[in-house]
């Protein structure tokens, strides 16, 4: 019949792709990515990373050539809030790009005092001249 058959096709399918394929979780949400600088605030960095699973499907064999890279808002200043979308991370294949993820802040960053912000715009404004 052809119910039968294609429930067959189905089953066949399926075993291919678990047999050349396997999938893989690269970043996981709540662990550390990577930092970025903060300026004015009471820290001095932010820790960037996932808010959901970020996972990838290919090819057995292909993981090592996977070549993630990251877009990161440059001259951060606090406050900066936990969640808030500070940049993109990129997982590319090939020179394609398979799967991205925004990036964001797991931990907020309060502004930093008078002094510290004061101190931080004096550093800001000798970097950009």
């Known amino acids: 019949s052809s119910e039968r058959q294609r429930a067959d096709d189905s089953l066949a399918l399926l075993n291919w792709g678990f047999r050349f394929f396997e999938t893989h ?6 662990k550390v990515v990577t930092k970025q600088k903060v300026w004015k605030g009471q820290q001095d960095e932010v820790q960037l990373g ?8 290919l090819q057995r064999g292909r993981y090592n050539d996977l070549k ?6 440059k001259n951060l200043q606090a ?10 991370v990129k997982v590319s294949l090939d020179g394609k790009i ?3 993820a925004p990036l ?4 907020a960053v309060e502004e930093g005092g008078f002094f510290k912000r004061l101190w931080d715009a004096f550093w800001m404004w000798w970097e950009s001249e």
């Open 104 to 107: 964001v802040a797991i931990n």
């Open 79 to 88: 406050p900066i809030k936990q969640g808030q979308q500070i940049g993109t």
């Open 25 to 30: 979780s690269l970043y996981a949400p709540g």
């Open 98 to 100: 398979i799967a991205q």
């Open 50 to 57: 996932v808010a959901q699973p970020l996972l990838v499907s």
């Open 68 to 73: 993630p890279s990251m877009e990161v808002a």
